[in-house]
Structures are given as structure tokens and as C-alpha cells.
């Protein structure tokens, strides 16, 4: 199986690069973030297009922001919008933010995820970020038939950054998300 993720940074605006890249390098499945679409506005752009290519889509979105999106030519059941018991942001009464969709793609549960930014690590919206990702992490089951795949916003190590002194301080590299990010690999992820 051929799988691919792409952060789109706006669906729209990538559509005339998405649909030739398709065609050329025909993934068996796409894992798409920051589609900053709702999910009418997705299905009225890309549902055409994408079914032609033989792709089946589950998107979950919200309009301006965020938005996930699975494509696939190999299955597309049992789908999951979110994530169980994710936690929510700016307060626990707000609606849950578009950053998973979970399907069965060809015999493996493959979810696409764009983890919160955490903005900066003296920001509420830093410990959301590693409730997120605890949140994630439970969801995984089955490990040894899971994929989770997506903007991460996570630098695992400091190989990954352009120059690490720069960083310093800041979200992506800190112990707590790189942790949490081990704690989720640890789970039989590969």
C-alpha cells in the first residue's frame, strides 16, 4: 500500500497541484491537513474530482480553520470523526476542534491528524496540545494494524530543526511534547 500525507494549508488553494499530483503518483491513500474547509464546501470541491480518481473521502472541518481529510482507493469504512474523549479548547463546553478522521483503508486503521500548534509553552493552548496527543494516544487499539499520520507539530529530535539554539524555549521541541510523542510511538506504532 502506497500511502502519502500532505499539510495543504488550505485545500482550495492546493487543488490545481493536488489533483495532477494524484494522477502522477497515485497513492493508495492520502492523509490531508489544514483543509480549512467545512465539510460541505470540501465534498462541493473535491468529491467529483477525487471520486474520477477512484478515491472515497471522509473530511472533517470547520471552515476557516484546521480540517482533516482521508482519501482512498483501497476501502474507506468504519469512520471515525475526532477523536474519543478529546479534550477542547479554549473551555470543556467548546466544540472539538477538526484535527482527526480515523478509517479502515485496506485492512489498516489509518488516521490522519493535525495536532494542536501549542503556541507557546506558558500558553493554555500548550497543555491542550499534550491533552490532544494523550487523547490520541488511548485511541490507538491495535497498534500492530494502526498508521497515524499528519502534521505532528513535534520535532522528535534535534536533527529535525534547522538550528536547534533557535529554538530554544519554544513549542515543537520541548521535553513534554517530544515525550509525548515517544509515549505514542511506544504504543507499537512504527
Known amino acids: 500500500m502506497r500511502l502519502a500525507t500532505w499539510n495543504v494549508n488550505s485545500a482550495l488553494s492546493r487543488l490545481p ?39 472515497a473521502v471522509a473530511h472533517v472541518g470547520e471552515g476557516r ?3 482533516v481529510a482521508l482519501l482512498s482507493r483501497v476501502g474507506l469504512d468504519d469512520v471515525v470523526r475526532g477523536l474519543p474523549d478529546v ?7 467548546a466544540p472539538a476542534e477538526a484535527r482527526a478522521v480515523t478509517a479502515t483503508c485496506g485492512g489498516l486503521r489509518v488516521t490522519s491528524v493535525y495536532v494542536p500548534n501549542g503556541r507557546t509553552p506558558d500558553d493554555p493552548h500548550y497543555a491542550y496540545k499534550l491533552e490532544w496527543l494523550a487523547a490520541l494516544r488511548e485511541s490507538v487499539v491495535s497498534p500492530a494494524n494502526a498508521i497515524i499520520a499528519g502534521d505532528m507539530n ?8 534547522w538550528d536547534p539554539a533557535l ?9 513534554a511534547e517530544r515525550k509525548a510523542l515517544a509515549e505514542l510511538l511506544d504504543r507499537g506504532l512504527h
Not at 87 to 93: L, S
Not at 154 to 161: E, L
Request: proline share 12%.
Open 17 to 55: 497541484r493536488l489533483l495532477p499530483w494524484l494522477d502522477q503518483r497515485a497513492p493508495d491513500v492520502v492523509c490531508l491537513q489544514e483543509t480549512k474547509l467545512s465539510d460541505e464546501a470540501f465534498a462541493e470541491s473535491f468529491d467529483a474530482p477525487l471520486t474520477e480518481r477512484g478515491y
Open 65 to 67: 480553520w484546521n480540517g
Open 87 to 93: 479534550p477542547r479548547f479554549p473551555t470543556p463546553d
Open 154 to 161: 513535534i520535532a522528535p529530535t534535534d536533527a529535525d530543526v
Open 167 to 175: 529554538f530554544t524555549e519554544s513549542t515543537h521541541v520541548t521535553p
